[in-house]
């Protein structure tokens, strides 16, 4: 179904069904290369390349790679065949849909093998996994729960750890290369003695927050998140909820969500646990800013961002392909693989290659909207920096400048 779609159509729909991949090539060549050619001084686009290489580094290379590790440790503790970890948490949710998914494993991942190809690899030779030797029962249905609970929470502990310390190293390099705890972002803005001067115009009795005191912040979210989640998940599909209680039916909500929150092909984190991991990652920049201006940019640049890659791309292609898709009787989709499976036979290829640009497109306009945030953040620092030194230097020589022995006195 797919090999005949264009080179670029499969490498779309491909990227659209791994999140972190996705994730990777939009901060690579959307974010990285705008981000870094727009920095204002030579200071700041160094400490810009460590940010963006160590970002890069720990979501797309180190993650799937320690995701790796949790799984085959997790198979191994729990002494389950590891192909079981490729069960979906919606499968585990009772006996019955337990038993039909390992029925239908071995030409799940047989399939998987072939679809999942990107456009230039050939396909490896796959034997199929034989369970038939094995009884399926309902302790075993639950300790395949466990083993993939306890592996997805661990695994989303350490890219939120991981990721959420960023900020913190980017300051420590900053302070390197600078000579100073400045925002490298303000650098060259004023001369540097006005600038110490603004730093160090601290309002009476106020102390700096330690590095120590907002680490705390963000380890305490890399833990909480991941394992409330897991908890969840685990007492949602642990056992069927029947029932119209509010209690219930969110417990019946929340296993139907779990597949969002799946691994793809066991390493790859999902787009919603992406977004829990990205969400950290953005508390760490801004709990480690040094500044009131390096805040405001965290805010303004990686806010609209983060909304862009998680939801404005779906709901933007659902739209611009809604009355395409209406038109030939398809139900409107923002995603390439679910178009092409719900299109007749014969609007396959079209429908894929439409798709496949329209998300080409998307990817566009992100470049085009960091390419524009960075531009604005640039020129609001650059302007209130000038305004307070301005402001900082006319207090100065008033206070040089006045005649304190000739000044009134207090009636």
């Known amino acids: 179904m797919y090999t005949t779609l264009p080179a670029l159509a499969q490498l779309a729909r491909q990227l659209q069904n791994y999140p972190l991949v996705n994730k990777a090539v939009i901060e690579a060549v959307g974010t990285d290369i705008p ?11 160094k400490e810009l390349i460590f940010e963006q290489a160590l970002t890069f580094l720990l979501f797309f290379v180190v993650a799937p790679a320690h995701a790796l590790g949790y799984r085959k440790l997790a198979h191994k503790a729990y002494n389950l065949p590891k192909q079981f970890m490729d069960v979906a948490f919606t499968d585990l949710k009772d006996l019955p849909t337990f038993k039909q998914a390992i029925t239908q494993l071995p030409d799940k991942l047989a399939r998987l093998n072939k679809e999942t190809l990107l456009p230039w690899q050939k396909p490896k030779p796959f034997i199929k996994p034989n369970f038939n030797h094995i009884t399926l029962t309902d302790p075993l ?5 466990k083993a993939k609970t306890w592996m997805w929470s661990l695994d989303l502990m350490t890219v939120c750890a991981l990721t959420g310390s960023i900020g913190f190293a980017k300051n420590i390099v900053g302070r390197l290369l600078s000579g100073t705890k400045h925002f490298t972002g303000e650098i060259g803005v004023v001369d540097q003695q006005q600038l110490d001067e603004l ?6 009795g106020a102390a700096p927050k330690k590095e120590s005191h907002k680490g705390a912040i963000v380890y305490t979210a890399s833990a909480i998140i991941p394992a409330i989640t897991g908890t969840l998940i ?7 909820h029947t029932g119209n209680g509010i209690g219930k039916r969110f417990m019946r909500g929340m296993a139907t969500f779990s597949n969002r929150l799946d691994h793809r092909r066991g390493i790859f984190i999902s787009l919603a646990s992406l977004f829990g991991a990205a969400t950290v990652f953005n508390i760490g920049l801004f709990t480690a800013a040094r500044s009131k201006n390096e805040r405001r940019e965290v805010l303004m640049k990686k806010v609209p961002m983060q909304t862009t890659f998680f939801l404005g791309d779906l709901i933007l292609m659902f739209l611009a392909n809604y009355h395409y898709l209406k038109k030939k009787g398809i139900k409107p989709t923002s995603h390439i693989e679910v178009g092409i499976q719900r299109a007749p036979k014969e609007l396959k290829k079209t429908v894929g290659k439409r ?5 080409w497109g998307m990817f566009a306009l992100n470049t085009i909207m ?3 945030l960075v531009v604005l953040n640039n020129w609001l620092t650059t302007k209130r920096i000038k305004q307070e030194a301005a402001t900082h230097q006319v207090a100065n020589t008033w206070l040089k400048t006045f005649n304190w022995k000739n000044r009134p006195l207090r009636q």
């Open 35 to 45: 981000t870094i050619g727009l920095a204002r001084n030579p200071i700041e686009r």
């Open 370 to 372: 960091v390419g524009g």
């Open 141 to 145: 249905r639950k300790k395949t729960l």
């Open 199 to 204: 730093y160090y115009k601290k309002p009476k």
């Open 234 to 240: 685990w007492a949602a599909c642990k056992k069927p």
């Open 355 to 359: 798709l496949a640009k329209t998300f």
